[in-house]
């Protein structure tokens, strides 16, 4: 099998070769076949790609232990089902991850690109089997997943057993096509800019792949935030680690290009800037491989932690050349058709949204690289971490939510007061009475209060556009539902985005309540005893434990009572792992959308009060820590809302509608435009 | 020409929005210190320092012993009456300055914390005064109607400009929508054929 795979590599790295170089030659030269021939190599890659994998799988499930990655990741004794896990859960492995679900993405994107786009297609293809072609230069060289062991072994060394949880199924895979597919807009954008074709040639492609992406890297980066929670044991969702500022700041520069580009499509405005940030975020993505893969920077999970830095570096290096020469090489091209008419109009705060999201992004990397910027200037090794981030990046993020109330009810071109008054009035008498009613009700922290308040202000101004816009259609004879849904339809990708500020805000609300009114306790209990926080009292019952080949797991069996009242068992679960010489801890959790009750056992304890690990003898105390988080059932509900949303936004409209004509009198937002269109 | 909008448009009204903005940034950043619980200092102050001996984490999150070690030592210093300087002091001398979360407001560490403000505000201004300038620069030049480009594109544009008469006085023969002038709709929408 790994003499198999090694050759397959070997091909993969042949073939993106030649598709590289011929799609190039072929485009410049104008000779079709080679295009073409270069076009079927491509997809071939895909095939190649799904050789090598197949091989690895095989090469796991057999126990083949003479390869090195799968002694050092896997055995006989964890659980098989976690294979799947143990094939990305190393630097090899998760490199031919990211290469066989790049070209996947690639062979659908050229399959699906339509025959306008045939001039530029070539040079897009070569871009993207380019970066392949790095990946399976470090694949064959440096990093392959098929090197043998130099020692027999009979039995691997097992899976990490942070990863060994569901959530590690979706979380990787989703993480790393979201950071590799960026490259799928920029190299629509950056194939058609070299191809000559400036102008909007590359606006919905690179739009609705830049969609698509962002969707996979937003549930992946939720999915690792859900495992954090469930896993780490802190209950900490989110930590501003290096690793995952690395994956939020691609995909923060993602949402702001897809904001911006809607500014292209309607006002044929920010083409250069739009270009800009796609590169910004492309690199951003090669800048956060560079720091998983042994960069310089310390962080909880580095999984994919290797020697590699330096080569990624380069190509993160290479990227940023490349995109600037480009955009220099055709920035005399790149000009808006339209000047900005207003400060106070759509496109102006989609500029904006852009400068709130890039200065975060820019706040962020200030924050991950400052530890070096100390190192070198004063040889002193200094810490950042949540509190800057939480001070400097909170307010911006509170300002982002504010303006997605405010920008969608913006006109394009100039707004005036009455429509400002019209559309913002009632949102902003929602938000004060809000934030007035809160405090009359005696709610504490009035930071929070005030952040709550620009939720609602945010709801209000939604829910008033959805309305008004619904009753408009009710007027013409719909009832409630089908006039909401044909709002809705009329135009998906607009109320598609509403969906998603909607989950942004859910989100928002589960942010706030957890970060300002979580509250924690440590406390030890004898077996039988029970212990009170806040309205909740829970009773230690019993104890039991599970030693087993790879792991000695024991868990507490807690019962919970809410003001008497018998809610449920919880189990609190620990386990110590011998190969790792590492403990994993999973919390027992009661969630609703009112707050979670969250126990994680600190230490399990004998009768001298000496610490057991499972089958080490009898267990008579224990100490837990018991937290309270407020909304953070919310955070997760976000999640599915956001796929809706985005879903919504994607689904395609029916070829008729697509008539600037008709896409113009159908666009359904305010009341007077309705009566107008209908 | 449509041009003549562009010199109306009322240059007060953004300022309502820096406000607002302003205002968000004002409050949350005035955090404000109310009389706390020991324990609250306690599980603020374990938010504030790292474990130093696992990656990445504080100890108010790391379960290894040292972290619960010094959780401890917070506790017994807040309550001996030392403040949260001494008792980062304390933790520093041991440990080092990398053992903060984020690093002190003093020397070269405070660029860490003026830095991002500073570069902020500098861009906004600057992102404010290079579109002021290309706007009426652009204006200057779309009114002048001199150039080549816009002497060619003339003929056209008078056209425009008769059809959008044309269905403006459709729109105001349609009655009760005649208030609604060319750019004041409500969606937003500038086209007037709706």
């Given at each position: 099998m790994a003499e198999l795979g090694q050759l397959t590599l070997m091909l993969g790295l042949a073939l993106t070769v030649y598709a590289t170089l011929g799609s190039v030659l072929g485009a410049r030269k104008g000779i079709p076949e080679l295009v073409v021939s270069a076009r079927n190599a491509t997809y071939l890659i895909t095939v190649v790609g799904f050789a090598t994998a197949i091989a690895l799988i095989v090469a796991f499930v057999t126990n083949d232990f003479s390869i090195e990655f799968v002694y050092s990741h896997s055995s006989t004794v964890m659980n098989r089902a976690f294979l799947w896990v143990a094939f990305f859960s190393g630097n090899e492995g998760s490199l031919l991850f990211i290469v066989l679900t790049l070209s996947i993405m690639t062979s659908v994107a050229l399959f699906l690109?339509?025959?306008?786009f045939a001039d530029a297609l070539p040079y897009t293809t070569a871009i993207l089997t380019g970066i392949m072609g790095f990946f399976y230069f470090v694949l064959v060289f440096f990093a392959s997943p098929f090197d043998s062991l130099d020692f027999t072994a009979v039995e691997g060394l097992g899976i990490n057993p942070l990863l060994t949880h569901p959530g590690m199924f979706i979380h990787p895979p989703l993480q790393m096509t979201g950071l590799v597919g960026i490259a799928i807009p920029f190299a629509f954008a950056f194939g058609s800019l070299i191809a000559g074709k400036t102008r909007d040639e590359w606006l919905d492609l690179a739009r609705v792949s830049a969609i698509i992406i962002w969707a996979v890297l937003g549930s992946g980066i939720l999915v690792g935030a859900w495992w954090a929670y469930t896993i780490l044991g802190w209950g900490g969702y989110w930590g501003w680690d290096p690793i995952e500022n690395v994956a939020f700041m691609p995909w923060l520069a993602l949402t702001t290009f897809i904001h911006s580009v809607m500014v292209q499509k309607r006002?044929?405005?920010f083409r250069m800037w739009n270009v800009v940030l796609l590169s910004v975020a492309f690199v951003l993505a090669q800048f956060g491989m560079f720091i998983n893969r042994g960069g310089p920077v310390v962080s909880v999970h580095s999984f994919g932690a290797s020697t590699l830095g330096v080569i990624f570096l380069g190509f993160m290096l290479f990227s940023l050349a490349f995109a600037l020469f480009v955009f220099f090489w055709r920035f005399n091209d790149l000009k808006s058709d339209r000047p900005l008419e207003s400060f106070l109009s759509r496109e102006a705060s989609f500029l904006l949204n852009n400068f709130l999201l890039l200065g975060i992004v820019g706040v962020t990397l200030w924050g991950v690289l400052f530890p070096l910027a100390s190192e070198f200037a004063q040889a002193e090794t200094v810490t950042v971490s949540a509190p800057y981030f939480n001070r400097i990046n909170g307010p911006m993020l509170l300002a982002l939510v504010l303006l997605m109330g405010v920008g969608p009810v913006l006109p394009w071109r100039r707004a005036n007061q009455a429509s400002l008054k019209r559309w913002l009035l009632l949102p902003a008498i929602f938000a004060i009475g809000a934030f007035v009613g809160m405090i009359a009700s005696g709610l504490e922290r009035p930071i929070a209060l005030f952040a709550f308040s620009v939720l609602v202000f945010v709801a209000t101004s939604i829910g008033q556009e959805w309305y008004r816009g619904t009753m408009a259609r009710r007027r013409s004879g719909d009832n409630f539902v089908i006039g909401f849904w044909k709002l809705v339809n009329g135009n998906r990708p607009r109320h598609g985005g509403y969906v998603v500020h909607l989950s942004i805000l859910v989100l928002a609300f589960g942010v706030i309540g957890t970060q300002f009114y979580s509250q924690r306790e440590d406390t030890v209990l004898n077996l039988g005893e029970s212990f009170e926080i806040d309205n909740y009292r829970i009773e230690f019952a019993s104890h039991e434990d599970e030693p087993r080949a790879d792991r000695l797991a024991q868990w507490a069996n807690i019962n919970v009572y809410k003001d008497g009242d018998y809610v449920g068992l919880l189990q609190p679960w620990s386990a110590f792992y011998p190969g790792f010489n590492q403990v994993s801890v999973r919390a027992g959790i009661s969630t609703g959308p009112i707050e979670d009750l969250y126990i994680i056992p600190t230490d399990f304890l004998d009768a001298r009060g000496e610490g057991v690990t499972a089958g080490g003898g009898p267990v008579t105390r224990a100490i837990f820590r018991v937290s309270i988080n407020p909304l953070a059932w919310w955070l997760w509900i976000s999640g599915p809302i956001f796929i809706l949303g985005t879903v919504i936004a994607l689904w395609p409209q029916p070829a008729?509608?697509?008539s600037p004509a008709r896409i113009r009198r159908r666009r359904p937002t305010g009341s007077t435009a309705f009566q107008a269109g209908d | 020409m449509t041009a003549v909008h562009w010199t109306t448009r009322s240059s007060r009204t953004p300022h309502v929005l820096y406000l607002f903005i302003a205002l968000v940034f004002i409050l949350t950043a005035a955090c404000s210190s109310v009389e706390q619980s020991l324990e609250q200092r306690a599980s603020a102050l374990d938010k504030?320092?790292?474990?130093?001996?696992?990656?990445?984490?504080?100890i108010d999150q790391a379960q290894v012993q040292i972290a619960k070690d010094m959780r401890q030592i917070i506790r017994e210093k807040l309550a001996a009456g030392e403040d949260e300087n001494d008792v980062s002091q304390f933790f520093v001398d041991r440990y080092g300055i990398q053992v903060l979360a984020s690093p002190p407001t003093s020397g070269f560490n405070s660029l860490v914390w003026i830095v991002p403000p500073v570069v902020l505000g500098i861009s906004l201004t600057a992102l404010y005064m290079i579109l002021r300038d290309m706007r009426r620069g652009k204006l200057a030049r779309v009114g002048r109607m001199n150039d080549t480009t816009n002497q060619a594109l003339a003929p056209y544009l008078d056209a425009v400009d008769e059809e959008m008469k044309q269905s403006e006085l459709k729109r105001r023969s349609a009655g009760g929508r005649a208030s609604a002038p060319l750019t004041r709709s409500d969606d937003g929408s500038e086209e007037v054929n709706g």
């Open positions: 690109s339509p025959h306008s006002r044929g405005m008729v509608e697509l | 504030k320092f790292m474990c130093p001996v696992c990656p990445g984490e504080t």
